[in-house]
């Protein structure tokens, strides 16, 4: 099956510090990479679509500047999330997906980070 | 837009039982595809089922299987046999069929379900 990583598992910080996660899928490639942020017993809430190459398209009220998202290959995409506080603590799950209507999306096992 | 609804915050059976998780949506898009996924205590999200609109038959995967009903916009999981593994959050989504390359997954707030042993 597809398999889709995220480095590092878990992040503590320090506020006012950024902080890079890694979304990489190992063993396809992968048109688009979506990055959702889940608060404990919620839903994933989308925050940004990104495709190789191109500029992240990002949902509404999600911060372009805070959450910076860089698609540069077909098997990496990265959520820089900047000058980090506390209320930006929380679990972050990237997915990737062969792209085109209704292919199956392939979820990272998440990162979650902490804001001190 | 669309919206996916979970009206069940929780839910508890008992091992070996079977119990269904309620999902309802709302679209005007008639062709779309709707998904459980589970999340167990470890976070990772798992693919339990997926359904194609144009299809009237109901998907199956082993002890999982769903009751679509398009015309009540109504997308229900059967769990047949539940193992203590089986306990999870479980969400219900939405993704528009769409030739573009960005299909959007819309999530239901999810629920809970508990396994007793």
């Known amino acids: 099956g597809a398999v889709v990583s995220q480095h590092p598992s878990w992040v503590i910080c320090k506020s006012g510090t950024s902080v890079k996660i890694e979304c990489r899928s190992l063993?396809?490639?992968?048109?688009?990479m979506f990055w959702y942020r889940q608060f404990p017993k919620q839903s994933l809430m989308l925050m940004a679509t990104?495709?190789?190459?191109?500029?992240?398209?990002?949902e509404q009220g999600v911060e372009k500047d805070k959450f910076l998202i860089n698609h540069a290959s077909l098997t990496l995409s990265t959520l820089t999330v900047t000058s980090a506080h506390p209320e930006d603590s929380s679990f972050y799950i990237c997915?990737?997906?062969f792209g085109g209507g209704g292919n199956e999306q392939f979820f990272g096992p998440g990162t979650r980070l902490t804001v001190l | 837009a669309q919206t996916v609804t979970q009206s069940q915050p929780e839910m508890s059976v008992q091992e070996a039982e079977t119990v269904t998780l309620s999902c309802t949506y709302d679209?005007?898009?008639?062709?779309?595809?709707l998904f459980w996924y589970k999340q167990p205590p470890s976070r990772q999200m798992i693919l339990v089922i997926r359904?194609?609109?144009?299809?009237?038959q109901n998907a199956t995967e082993n002890r999982f299987s769903v009751n679509f009903q398009k015309a009540a916009k109504s997308f229900s999981l059967k769990i047949s046999d539940s193992q203590l593994g089986d306990t999870a959050m479980y969400f219900c989504a939405f993704m528009r069929r769409y030739t573009g390359a960005n299909s959007k997954l819309t999530f239901g707030k999810g629920i809970t379900l508990s396994v007793r042993p």
């Open positions: 990104s495709n190789e190459g191109s500029k992240a398209t990002y």
């Open positions: 359904q194609e609109a144009y299809k009237q």
């Open positions: 063993d396809f490639q992968a048109t688009t």
């Open positions: 997915s990737a997906s």
């Open positions: 679209t005007s898009e008639n062709n779309y595809y």
